[in-house]
C-alpha cells in the first residue's frame, strides 16, 4: 500500500474566463510598469492570484495498491498431442511451470485449455479470447505448450503487451509420411473416368533408410479389387476412376505406413464420389397398338434422364392386305441395327404385347439373351399372347425368362397382391395402398404361368397365379408381368392403383439402381458422426453388422427390423476415419468426416504461424525435448531467453500494475485565505506607491 498525492483543479469559471482574467492582471501589470509605478509587480500577483483562486487548486490525496501481474498458460490437448511423448511432455512441463509461477511473487496463472475441434486445433482463438479477457497493464507472458500446428491463423491477435513463449513438444527427429488430394471431384458419370489429383510427401528429418524416389499407392473402389500403383514422390500426379455404379462410389486411396513415422493417420484417404447416369437409354418395342401401349411410353417419356426409343409393329410380315411396300408411310423396323449392332447401348429393352411373327430371326434372340446375360436388362409385359404359340418363351430368349406359361389365359377380374417376397422386396414393398386387403383396383385378365426355382414373385393376381416374376439371370435382370391390364389402373378404373409407381420401380430395379437393391446394405449419416444403418434382405434375420474402425479394431453393431426385409440401427462412430461395414458377403466402406483429420494432415511439431507474432512481442521458440526452461523477471525492454549453465530459460515482465484503493480531495488554500492573500498583494502594491508620493 502507498500514497499517492497529485494537483488538481476544479475551475469556478470557464477556462476561457480564467484566461482572460490573467491576460488582464498581466496588461496591468504591464502599464503600471510602463508608468514607473513602484506597485506593478504587487498588482500583477494580485491579479494572478486571484486567476489562480478562481482555478480552484486542491490537492488529491490517494492510497495505491499494487496489482499481481498475470501469466497465462495456453496447454495444447488436441489429436495431434496424443501423439507418442507428447502427452507426456506436456504434463510436466505444466506441472513444472505452474510451480515455478507458483513461487513468484505477486504473479498470477490463467491456465488455458485447447482441446480437439472438428475444425482442427483452434490455438489463435484460445490465445486471442484470453489475452482480451485480461487487462493490457498486467499481463506479463504467454507460455504455450503446443506442436506448433494451428488452423486459426487468422484469429492471432496483431500484437501483444506481452512476450510469448511457443514451447514445442516432439522430437527433433520426428518426420512423416503423409498422402494429399489437392482435387477430388464430387460427381462423375456412371461407366465414364474422372481424375483425382494428388501427391505423396515427406515431413520433418526424413532418415536415409526411408528415403526414396517413388512409394506404392494401394487404390479400391468400395472396398473392392485392390490395385497397387507406383507414383514418384513429392509430386502432384492424377489418378483415373471410373464410377461403376448411382450413387456413393467411395475410393479408398492408402500408403503402407513406415516403421518410423509419427502416425499413419494421414497415410489414406476416403473420396466420395457420386455416380450419376448420363442418360438412360430404353429400347420400347410394341408388338401391336393396344390399350396399355401409352402407359409404358407416357412413363419413359415423362422421365428426364431417359433416351427412349420406341417401335410399334403395325403391319407384321405375315400380313397380306395388297398395299405395295412403297406406298405404306411407315418406319422400317431396323432390326440388324437395334439387335445386333447396338444392342450393347441399351440400358433396357421392353417387350410389350410382343409376338414372335418371323420379324426377328432366332440368332436374334440368342443375341437378346446374351445381352441379358452380360449385364443388360429385359422387361416383358406380356397378354394373351403368352399363352399362345406366338410366346417369347419358345423361341431362344425364353432361356431367360423367369416363367413357363402354361397355355391357359384367366379372363376373370382379380385384386392384385403382393406376397411374402414381394412385401419385402424394394420394388414392390410399401406401394401406395398396399397392404392385407389392397386398395386397389381390379384388372381383367392375365396368362397363367409356372415361375422358374430361384425366380421371386412379388405379386399374384387371379387364382393366386403369378402376376410380376423378378429374376436375375447371369449379370443381367429380367422382370415378368403376365398381365397386359396395368393401364386400368392409370384410368381409375374401381379407384384405380399406383401403375406409374410400380412401373417405374420395375424399370429402375432392372436397370440396376442401388435403391431398388434386395439386397443392400446403406448408410445415412444424420449428423456429424451418427449414422443410421439401413439393411434390405429378402432374409427373415439380418445382422449383425460388423463395424471395422480406422484404427484396425471391430463393433458388432446389433440390427433391429423396421418392416418386412428391412433391418435399422443408429450408431455414434467414436472419431472421423474410414469405416468398413459387412454383413455376410455384403460390404460398405464409409467415411466420416476426413480419413485424416485435420489434426493429422501435418504432424511434425513446427511453429511457423506463430513465429511472426513470437518475434513481434519479443517471445521465443524452445522445444519440450531440450529440456523444461526456468522462468525468470525481467525488465521491459531486456532479453527475455536465453541458455544459462542450468538449461534455457525464459522471462516474463512484471508490469508494476496498481489501483487506487482510496482518494481525498483537499483545497490548496480555503476562500477566505484566498481573499486574504489577494487583499494582502494589493494594500503592498497601494503602499508601495504611497512611500513613492511621500518621498
Known sequence: MTSLTQLRFDPALPWWAIAVLTVLAALVAGFALWRGLRGWAWRGLAGLAAALALAGPALELGTRAGLSD????????????????????????????????????????????????????????????????????????VIALTDGRLHDPAMLPADLPAPLHVLLTGQPQDWDRRLVIEEAPAFGLIDQEVTIRLRVEDQGAVPDASRTGSVNLRLSLDGEDEQTIAVPMNTSLTLPVVPTHAGQNVVQIALDAQPTELTDRNNAAAISINGVRDRLRVLLVSGEPHAGERTWRNLLKSDAAVDLIHFTILRPPDKFDGVPVSELSLIAFPTQELFLDRIDDFDLIIFDRYRVRGILPPDYYANIARYVQEGGAILVSAGPEMASVESLNLSPLGQVLPARPTGRVIDEPFLPRLTDDGQRHPVTAGLPGAGEDPDWGRWLRMAEVTPDPGAQVAMTGAEDSPLLILDRVGEGRVALLTSDQVWLWGRGFEGGGPQLELLRRIAHWSMKEPELEEEALLADVRDGLAVRFTRRTMAETAGPLVVSHPDGSTTEVPLTEDGPGRFTAD????????????????????????????????????????????????????????????????????ATSGAGLGGNWIGITPRDAATVTGLERRPLLPGWAWLALIAGLILAGWLAEGRRGRA
Do not use: N
Not at 509461477?101 to 482441446?115: K, N, S, Y
Not at 494432415?601 to 529440456?627: C, H, K, W, Y
Open 571 to 638: 450408431w455414434t462412430a467414436p472419431e472421423p476415419g474410414l469405416y468398413r461395414l459387412q454383413d455376410g458377403d455384403l460390404r460398405r466402406v464409409l467415411a466420416l468426416g476426413p480419413s485424416a483429420p485435420r489434426e493429422f494432415e501435418e504432424t511434425v511439431a513446427d511453429a511457423p504461424l506463430l513465429t511472426p507474432l513470437v518475434e513481434a512481442s519479443g517471445g521465443s521458440v524452445q522445444r519440450l525435448s531440450d529440456g523444461i526452461p526456468d522462468l525468470r523477471q525481467v525488465r521491459v525492454g531486456r
Open 70 to 141: 498475470i501469466v497465462i498458460l495456453l496447454d495444447d490437448r488436441s489429436s495431434s498431442q496424443d501423439l507418442p511423448e507428447r502427452a507426456g511432455q506436456v504434463d510436466q512441463a505444466v506441472e513444472a511451470l505452474s510451480a515455478q509461477l507458483a513461487a513468484l511473487p505477486a504473479t498470477d496463472l490463467r491456465r488455458v485449455t485447447v482441446g480437439d475441434d472438428p475444425d482442427g486445433t483452434l490455438l489463435a482463438t484460445a490465445l486471442a479470447r484470453a489475452t482480451a479477457a485480461e487487462p493490457d497493464s498486467r499481463l506479463a507472458g
